[in-house]
């Protein structure tokens, strides 16, 4: 959708926490799809910083498409501080969700 079709936000800078929350949710179903590696590799670390990795490159990606492919669309490097922000919320919430209830489960 062109950027001219948007709806405005209520108030300035809530595109960012738009981001933020959608980052954080890809993040998020990024280790659900790995939940059962998380625990049996003992590659928790890696398996973190990779999904970081991959939700911060496909959020820079996005931006640059929005430069040189979208029309009506713009390149904000703030966007990218906010889809990295969300990407780390989400491996957060994962952890604290998730991660402790399957751990004590499998450990148990």
């Given amino acids: 959708m062109p950027g001219s079709g948007?709806?405005?936000m209520p108030f300035k800078g809530a595109d960012k926490?738009?981001?933020?929350?959608?980052y954080a949710m890809l993040a998020f179903s990024v280790l659900l799809a790995?939940?059962?590696?998380?625990?049996?590799?003992n590659k928790r670390t890696k398996i973190l910083i990779n999904t970081f990795i991959f939700s911060a490159a496909y959020g820079v990606l996005m931006e640059y498409a929005q430069k040189y492919v979208f029309i009506n669309r713009s390149f904000e490097l703030m966007?990218?501080?906010?889809n990295s922000?969300?990407?780390i919320?989400?491996?957060f919430f994962y952890r604290y969700l998730v991660g402790r209830k399957i751990s004590k489960l499998w450990y148990e």
């Fill in 34 to 41: 790995y939940r059962r590696y998380y625990f049996r590799l």
């Fill in 6 to 8: 948007l709806h405005r």
């Fill in 79 to 82: 966007d990218i501080v906010a």
């Fill in 89 to 91: 919320l989400g491996i």
């Fill in 17 to 22: 926490l738009v981001h933020i929350s959608m």
């Fill in 85 to 87: 922000i969300g990407a």
